[in-house]
């Protein structure tokens, strides 16, 4: 079990709420493709490319090729976030962390003014891209593999966790469970109030995801410039 001042050690983009905060933000995502923007989730590839497969074996290659879209936009992402992280380094002004949150934030503004009889495939492509640059970014929280635009690992990791705690008395697999089931948690609460943003003010209920982005870019930004400013060229763990 870590100590206090072990866990003081980790930098301010591995802290926990950071990843509650951008776990929400991927629930938020989810809906709000889901339910205004298309009938697709914007936050994983699976999905795509079981459809990209089935096309493919059905025959209907028109269909197929219009996966590779969303493909080509995350496998992009991931690319782009790993040379960027790289190139702004060297600049020591702020962590690439920090500046991809900005970049989210200031394309959920722009998402949220785009008209509503523009292609939604816009909005699906665009949240394809950052939810591949924020998975790639995030990786760990406080030491433990996290992911921030879905689910799954964290089902997975929540079971596990359970029976090495209540089998064996792990206090490690105790901290493990309740983190990967408040990130559950928190994903599905995203996706609740997506819900009802878009409910309620349709296409510019995306600003409320900004909302969460804007707070988490601030204290990134006050970290890198003040109580981390000689932390910068500090890898973040998972990387």
Request: charged share 15%; with cysteine.
């Amino acid at each position: 079990m870590e100590t206090k001042s072990e866990k003081e050690e980790f930098l301010e983009c591995e802290k926990i709420w950071v990843f509650w905060s951008l776990i929400f933000v991927g629930g938020y995502y989810g809906a709000y493709t889901y339910n205004i923007r298309g009938g697709v989730f914007c936050n994983a590839q699976t999905a795509n490319v079981v459809l990209l497969g089935l096309n493919l074996g059905n025959g209907n290659y028109g269909k197929a090729a219009y996966y590779l879209i969303p493909f080509a936009a995350y496998l992009g992402g991931t690319i782009l976030s790993e040379v960027l992280a790289k190139a702004v380094k060297k600049y020591h002004l702020l962590r690439w962390d920090t500046i991809l949150v900005g970049i989210e934030l200031i394309a959920v503004i722009l998402l949220g003014l785009m008209p509503a009889e523009w292609p939604d495939q816009i909005c699906q492509v665009t949240l394809n891209f950052i939810c591949a640059m924020q998975f790639n970014t995030f990786r760990q929280s406080e030491g433990i593999g996290m992911a921030t635009t879905f689910c799954t690992n964290h089902i997975r990791q929540f079971g596990s966790n359970l029976v090495k705690a209540f089998r064996d008395g792990n206090p490690e697999a105790t901290r493990r469970w309740k983190l990967h089931l408040s990130m559950l948690i928190i994903f599905m609460a995203g996706a609740y109030v997506g819900t009802l943003g878009c409910r309620l003010v349709s296409y510019k209920s995306i600003w409320g995801a900004g909302i969460v982005l804007l707070v988490v870019f601030i204290n990134l930004m006050k970290a890198d410039r003040t109580y981390e400013k000689n932390l910068l060229g500090n890898v973040p763990r998972g990387h």
